[in-house]
Nanobody, 124 residues
Framework: QVQLVESGGGLVQAGGSLRLSCAAS????????MSWFRQYPGKERDFVAA????????EYVDSVKGRFTISRDNARNTVYLQLNSLKPEDTAVYYC?????????????????WGQGTQVTVSS
């Protein structure tokens, strides 16, 4: 069983930055893919970014490429999402997710474990 604990959300003005963190309870995430999704009110969760622990491969949705960066700290079993040049349309609840596979998944159903979510609000 893997528990994910997110932190780092908040309120920021357009053009600003935030860093989200997701700490995993598992002793080793070597064979996991870690991802971030976001959810708008009344909508399904959408893929944002992913990082395969084993291959180092990263993936991003087109709308965040060049603005968001996913990274990891293996020693701390933590994955980060750096959000730069934020826009009001980035306002959402952001969720960390993990799947017990080195392959990146793009659908919520691909993931076994979820964090509780953290709110990101970008004011115009």
């Amino acid at each position: 069983q893997v528990q994910l604990v997110e932190s780092g959300g908040g309120l920021v003005q357009a053009g600003g930055s935030l860093r989200l963190s997701c700490a995993a309870s598992s002793r080793s995430m070597s064979f996991y893919t870690m991802s971030w999704f976001r959810q708008y009110p009344g909508k399904e969760r959408d893929f944002v970014a992913a990082a395969s622990w084993s291959s180092g491969r990263t993936e991003y949705v087109d709308s965040v490429k060049g603005r968001f960066t996913i990274s990891r700290d293996n020693a701390r079993n933590t994955v980060y999402l750096q959000l730069n040049s934020l826009k009001p349309e980035d306002t959402a609840v952001y969720y960390c997710a993990a799947r017990s596979s080195g392959l990146v998944g793009f659908r919520p159903s691909d993931y076994n474990y979820w964090g509780q979510g953290t709110q990101v609000t970008v004011s115009s």
